[in-house]
């Protein structure tokens, strides 16, 4: 079984979809094991809790430096046995330090179809705030392993989403949550611990 750790900063909604998903048995090949929250006010964190996984915040400002702070990271990583990270709306700065831990075994979700509107300084709302003002007529979300570039990995699936007229950057986030993000992340988690299980067992 692939041991998943699931890094977050907000809501949560992405972490719901693949706790749900896990328990309708579409991650066989992996398990939630940790969620870690860049703020201690993440509802996230109250997901987990609800779902009975491990938790904990580890914050970025309690720390002198990046290293410091990917080390941290990577030391609860190691204290689980986690085998894959997800980075479902994590906020903060991933270092070399994270990255080199876990070579082609971290998952990010990125709110458009990459290489639109991505890297730094497109997140959140922001994504959906720059597609409706460049006026592009489909979006969609992206699941990409992550490498020191940002949102540069290589991708591994992509899901179209229509925009309509009148769509707010909020009611567009939304559905591209619920039309594709909360469909790829799950999707994607299994095939990346079916991956690394079968490679286990090589
Ligand atoms: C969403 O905007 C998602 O597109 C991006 O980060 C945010 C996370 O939302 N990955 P949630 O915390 O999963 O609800």
Redesign the pocket.
């Known amino acids: 079984m692939t041991r998943i750790a699931v890094l977050?900063?907000?809501?949560?909604?992405?972490?719901?979809?693949l706790i749900d998903s896990e328990r309708a048995g579409k991650i066989p090949h992996g398990s939630i094991e940790l969620v870690i929250a860049s703020n201690e006010k993440?509802?996230?964190l109250t997901r987990a809790e609800n779902a009975g996984i491990a938790h904990a915040a580890i914050r970025r400002k309690d720390y002198a430096d990046q290293d410091s702070y990917d080390a941290a990271l990577v030391e609860a990583l190691h204290v689980h046995d986690i085998d894959m990270v997800i980075?479902?709306?994590?906020?903060s700065i991933l270092g070399p330090r994270f990255i080199q831990s876990y070579p082609d075994r971290i998952l990010?979700?990125?709110?458009s179809l990459i290489p639109s509107f991505c890297g730094k300084g497109f997140?959140?709302?922001k994504?959906h705030e720059a597609a409706l003002a460049k006026g592009v007529k489909v979006t969609g979300?992206t699941v990409h392993l992550v490498n020191e570039i940002p949102d540069g990995g290589r991708i591994l699936l992509q899901k179209a989403v229509e925009v309509q007229d009148g769509d707010t950057p909020e009611i567009l986030?939304r559905r591209?949550?619920e039309q594709a993000?909360w469909i790829l992340l799950p999707k994607a988690a299994e095939m990346l611990a079916e991956k690394l299980e079968e490679e286990k067992q090589a």
């Open positions: 977050v900063s907000g809501g949560g909604t992405n972490l719901q979809a993440a509802y996230a980075l479902a709306g994590f906020l990010n979700i990125h709110p997140y959140g709302l994504v979300a986030q591209v949550m993000e």
